[in-house]
């Protein structure tokens, strides 16, 4: 619709991907070389465990352009109006993308005159070099996949947060990601607090189009320095025909904190890892995630709370509802190195199985190195119970008001961690648009 | 207006199994019914059943407030139209709060046409109002912040379920042994409670099998139930006897209806 090259993720197509783009030769020779690898690569097939679950027979990206900077014709109101957190927030600064294209970056001055940087990660690979080589996919493995290669081969777009020293952002900065309809996002997110910074960040993926189809082949970076404090909020509303593949991973060093809530309501088929990396004494993770699917939704979740260091929390919570046909996947790990003494993890998943025919597959896992440690996890899996439907209903609710007060009970306690109303307003809303009328 | 609640010749079936075997009970707006029998007769069936539960399918007979016929209703209808029950086993609903649900259900009951997605009563109105009927029943206002009979002791459900009939103002209430599980302080409490919100006021059919509270709601029938149909109707003298002497003299009456409550137990007993 709005992408009019017609290169692919092909040889030629990569070709004139780099050709397009006037890019520093450092970078140049990393997509190479990360293109070299993809090539060298198959794609995953279902014997391989993290796709045991996952079938991606479907997805054929050649029917995907790779991101070009040819302009698009949507007009940037028609992207501000996808969003869905900004809603009577005061930012500090925000990002627009538009098919991995940025159509708007902004940061306030006071926060630029503190040597905030905020803003398209492709322009900071001129201005910034030396700070984005250091760190630009120093967390994540680019050879994890296939897909990981690819994402950074053609990354695009893409954002930057970097909060120096002890400088504490007060108010949230926002990412709006959209997708148009039949459009490629290759966005790479990197956050780099140092020691003693602060920020909240709020990042939504959204669509034009709800039922166009689409792709995100995405990473996420996040490094936290020690006694740094990220609050980090990710709404996933793809349209429903769009495939979603993500590398999503944090390092948090000593007596930092990371809250890190997801919500993952949108897509066709979302395969993603998340990994929160605990490598300095004293660092604390605490990561949520809703999901809510419907209709013939694929949601997979790998995570991972990795303990390299002694005296660590992760905490872990995900809650999943899953109505119509709909699946999610969740196969969680609890990692704990043997120098990583005194570690406390915690890590469960709840599900709440809406249809006959919708499924929830929850796979929780430890692997322990350590001896003086205290892990727990736990998974439950329930249907919607028609006794709470009936009662409810005595009451004066409708099937479908009562279903969905249901569904937003389930998801109350991940909504309780979440301290900023628009994020609360938006998914309780995403969550109530979601729910449909059974019988 | 005066309303009346008609139930005629009611045939329920659980499964394939006959639980009511027709039922005949007219409750008009203001009286006082009490409904006993012994256990596993077919009280919390009938009340289900009136309420549109949808294990409970009906067989045969006729249910009718006023002029509407209540069997075509929806369960949510019937709320709206003036029908309450309180549950002997109330449902809990995690993380659902009881202020909000009761905010939804007391703006669906208070405007049944009202539509989804339309405002609820305004919130400082609401809380207000809620606030003084909870202090009225002697309740912490800390109660309407918990979830949903979620954890709640049995004593503290029944309550809740009084604070519901409280609420919704119902034309007819049935009440389904809210006076179980309660101390004897509670018991008084709650016997009060619902002689001065219900008591004359709206239609009530009171099940129960202790005295205390009919002797605050004085009832002017008294049903026995037994084998699934109302075998005997009285006055107040008759919940008397049956609190002083048990079902024996109602057992031997009614060898049939005993013969089957006898086989409904049996069954459950192998189910
Ligand atoms: N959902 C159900 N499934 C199977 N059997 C049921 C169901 N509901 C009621 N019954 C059976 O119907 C009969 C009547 O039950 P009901 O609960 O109406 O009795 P009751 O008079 O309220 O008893 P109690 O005084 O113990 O509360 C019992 O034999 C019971 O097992
Ligand atoms: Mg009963």
Known sequence: MTTTTLSTFDAAGFESFLQERQEPQWLKEMRQQAWNQAEAMQWPERRHEEWLRTDIRMFQINRFGIPSSVASDVEPEQVAEAHQLRAGVETAGQIETLDSQIVNASLKETWKERGVLFGSLEDHCESQADLVREYLFSVTNTEHDKFAALHAATWAGGQILYVPRGVVIDEPLHIGSVLSGGGTDTTHTLVILEEGAEATLLHECNCLDPSASGLHLGGIEIIQKPNSHLRYVNLQEWGHKTFNFAMQKATVDRDATLQWTLAAMGSQLTKVNQSVDLVGPGANSQVNGVMFTEARQHIAYHTLQHHKAPNCRSDFLYKSAQQDNSRTVWRGMIKVDPEAQKTDGYQRNDNLVLSSNARADSIPGLEIEADDVRCTHGSTTAKVDEEQIFYARCRGFTRKEATRMIVSGFFQQIFDRITIDSVRDALGDAIARQVREYD | ?271
């Open chain 2, 1 to 271: 207006m005066n309303h009346i609640l008609k139930i005629e010749d009611l045939h329920v079936t659980v499964g394939d199994k006959p639980i009511l075997r027709g039922v005949n009970l007219t409750i008009q707006h203001g009286e006082t019914h009490a409904l006993m029998g012994p256990n596993g007769s077919g009280k919390s069936t009938l009340g289900l059943a009136i309420m549109g539960h949808p294990g409970y399918e009906i067989t045969g007979g006729k249910i009718h407030l006023n002029d509407q016929d209540v069997l075509e209703m929806e369960a949510d209808e019937r709320a709206r139209a003036g029908i309450f029950l309180a549950f002997q086993r109330p449902m809990a609903i995690p993380g659902v709060k009881m202020a909000d649900f009761l905010r939804h259900a007391t703006t669906n009951i208070r405007r049944p046409d009202r539509k989804e997605g339309e405002e609820l009563i305004p919130m400082r109105e609401f809380r207000k109002e809620l606030k003084d009927r909870m202090a009225h029943l002697r309740m912490d206002v800390e109660f309407a912040r918990r979830y949903v009979n979620d954890g709640f002791s049995g004593g503290e459900m029944k309550r809740a379920e009084i604070l519901q009939l409280a609420m919704l103002q119902p034309k007819f209430a049935i009440l389904d042994e809210t006076d179980s599980g309660l101390d004897a302080d509670a018991v008084r409490l709650a016997s009060e409670s619902i002689a001065e919100i219900g008591h004359q006021k709206m239609g009530l059919l009171i099940i129960t099998h202790h005295d205390k509270l009919l002797e605050h709601n004085p009832p002017q029938f008294t049903h026995v139930m037994l084998g699934g149909r109302i075998v005997e109707t009285g006055g107040p003298e008759l919940a008397d006897e049956l609190h002083e002497n048990g079902y024996d003299r109602i057992r031997k009456t009614y060898p049939e209806a005993e013969a089957a409550n006898q086989e409904m137990l049996a069954e459950e007993a192998t189910a």
